[in-house]
């Protein structure tokens, strides 16, 4: 399921600084030093606006497509289970661990005992992603599983093996997992969406994926005000909001898990105004956005944006 959102803002500038003192507790610093804010803050400078709006052929989803996803769940996760058919015919699956070639091609070392398993060479391979104890994004690659026979390229698989995980193994073991097709699902309980193969191979990771967790972790301790005065600025919600928590982080936007006593729990997804490439670009906006929004609490700022106004009821509440 791919949750559509409204653009952020048009053209959202600064154009004033308000005549009432910001406090110094308002550029979200907490009793320790914010990791958010490493520089003082002078004459806050940043504008937030977009590109023009899509036509009507085109409805932006401020998300990585499914193809970018299944790269990046690939990219941060080590382990996944392996599964094919055993001699008497009965599906088993194996956890194993794995790398990544450029193209996302799961690279496993397999023993002596557990590569002789398989009757014949189809295979999938799944693997998912932890996100805050609070999602689990997850992918099943389709294909077929193969034994490299030119010894250059083995030289490379083992090269690629030994960078995730920095030990050697005998190339004789090493595999790799072919891909046809992938699924992606969002979480438990979720549809999925078949991602080609050549879509797959050509999609790049998230930008922000080696740096996203501790994004996350920061702003959920030190700037949980900040993402409670989101929920009322940049969304407009039907209902009351008891609790606000960020789940994930990437170069289109985060993810809001939040809790409503007479709604149930929902998911909103925050567009930034423009594409971050990297945790300084993240951090910069997600400051900016920030600042935006505590001067539009306090009237010192008209809003000159579009609410989110689409949600998404969460089915699976994890444990």
């Not at 490493?38 to 937030?48: D, G």
């Not at 194996?94 to 557990?114: H, K, M, Y």
């Not at 729990?265 to 423009?274: D, G, K, N, S, T």
């Not at 000159?304 to 509440?317: G, H, L, N, S, T």
Request: neutral net charge; contains cysteine; charged residues 25%.
């Amino acid at each position: 399921m791919l949750l559509q959102t409204q653009s952020l803002t048009t053209h959202v500038a600064l154009p004033f600084t308000p005549s009432k003192p910001i406090p110094k507790t308002q550029f979200f610093t907490p009793s320790k030093q914010n990791p958010f804010l490493k520089t003082q803050w002078r004459t806050l400078k940043c504008s937030l606006s977009t590109v023009s709006e899509p036509t009507h052929l085109e409805k932006k989803t401020h998300k990585p497509f499914p193809a970018e996803v299944s790269r990046t769940i690939m990219e941060l996760v080590s382990v996944g289970t392996l599964s094919t058919l055993t001699q008497e015919g009965w599906p088993l699956g194996i956890g194993v661990r794995f790398a990544v070639d450029p193209e996302g091609t799961p690279v496993l070392c397999l023993n002596a005992s557990n590569r002789q398993f398989s009757i014949d060479r189809r295979s999938s391979f799944h693997v998912q992603l932890e996100q805050c104890g609070l999602r689990t994004p997850q992918c099943t690659i389709l294909g077929s599983i193969d034994k490299p026979e030119d010894r250059k390229m083995l030289k490379y698989l083992h090269s690629v093996w030994t960078k995730r995980f920095g030990e050697e193994v005998d190339e004789d073991l090493i595999y790799v997992v072919s891909v046809e097709r992938v699924l992606q699902l969002e979480d438990f309980k979720e549809g999925g969406v078949w991602v080609t193969s050549s879509d797959y191979k050509n999609a790049q990771p998230d930008p922000l994926r080696d740096s996203a967790e501790n994004l996350v972790n920061e702003i959920n301790t030190n700037n949980i005000e900040d993402i409670n005065r989101f929920c009322n600025i940049y969304a407009d919600l039907k209902f009351q909001v008891s609790e606000a928590k960020l789940i994930w982080i990437d170069r289109l936007g985060f993810d809001l898990r939040l809790w409503s006593p007479q709604e149930g729990i929902f998911e909103v997804r925050i567009p930034f105004p423009r594409d971050v490439i990297d945790e300084k670009g993240a951090k910069s906006t997600f400051n900016c956005m920030s600042q935006l929004a505590w001067e539009v609490e306090k009237n010192f700022y008209a809003p000159d944006f579009e609410r989110v106004k689409q949600v998404k009821q969460i089915a699976y509440k994890g444990e």
